[in-house]
Every structure is written in C-alpha cells, then in structure tokens.
C-alpha cells in the first residue's frame, strides 16, 4: 500500500453476512418458482439501508439473477434449436458457481462484481 492510500475498514460481521445473504438468497429458486429473483429482492429492500455494503451486494446479487432470467429465456428460445440445451447447462453451472463466490467474498467485506452482468438496478 502506498503513503497516500487509506486502509479500507472491513464491515463489521453482521453486516457481511446479511450482504452474503443477498446472494445466497437466489437459492431460494430451487424451492419456488422466481425465487432466485424474489430472494434477493426481498433481502436487499428490508436490509438495504443498514449499510451500503448490503445495499450494493443487494443490488448486485439482484441484476445478476435478472440476467440469469433473461438468459434462460434466451436458452428456452434456442432450445428449439437444439443448441439451448447446452446453453442451459452452462447457464446453471454458471451462475451456481458465481453465487457461491460472490456469497464468500461478500462475507470477507468485499463488494463483489459478476462478470457479464446486465445493471438494471443502479
């Protein structure tokens, strides 16, 4: 680190485990249907205001599972085609790889950023 550059506080835990919890809360979609949107919706608007940590992991966790929606739609479409099967596959390894990384990095203090990501949500 640099003389000019500051040490960047790490949020306390509780904070961290509600901003890993955003994420973590698309899991919820392997239970009910639009879960994995309704989740991290629903986390990020009653914990949002806490801290801004929760409130970016929140709305990064929510955008991702946008585009996550919006390419199963893709894939749905492309299945007539055959190929959107194996789009398919890589959709849910995909994002069931990066939810997990994200949950553990928003829980070491880090704001997360997926790659690939759709930003609806500023």
């Known amino acids: 680190m640099s003389d000019n550059q500051l040490p960047v506080p790490v949020p306390d835990k509780e904070v961290r485990q509600w901003a890993m919890l955003c994420h973590f809360a698309a899991f919820f979609g392997l239970v009910f249907p639009f879960g994995s949107l309704l989740g991290p919706l629903i986390l990020w ?3 949002k205001d806490m801290d801004p940590l ?3 992991q929140g709305k990064e966790a929510l955008n991702f599972q946008i585009t996550v929606a919006i390419a199963w739609v893709v894939c ?3 299945g007539f085609v055959v190929i959107g099967f194996l789009l398919m ?3 849910v390894i995909a994002a069931l790889v990066l939810t997990i990384i994200a949950g553990i990095k928003a829980n070491k203090g880090v704001a997360y950023r997926y790659p690939l990501t759709w930003r609806l949500i500023k």
């Open 45 to 47: 608007q009653v914990k």
């Open 89 to 91: 596959a890589v959709v």
């Open 54 to 56: 929760i409130d970016d």
């Open 76 to 78: 749905i479409v492309l």
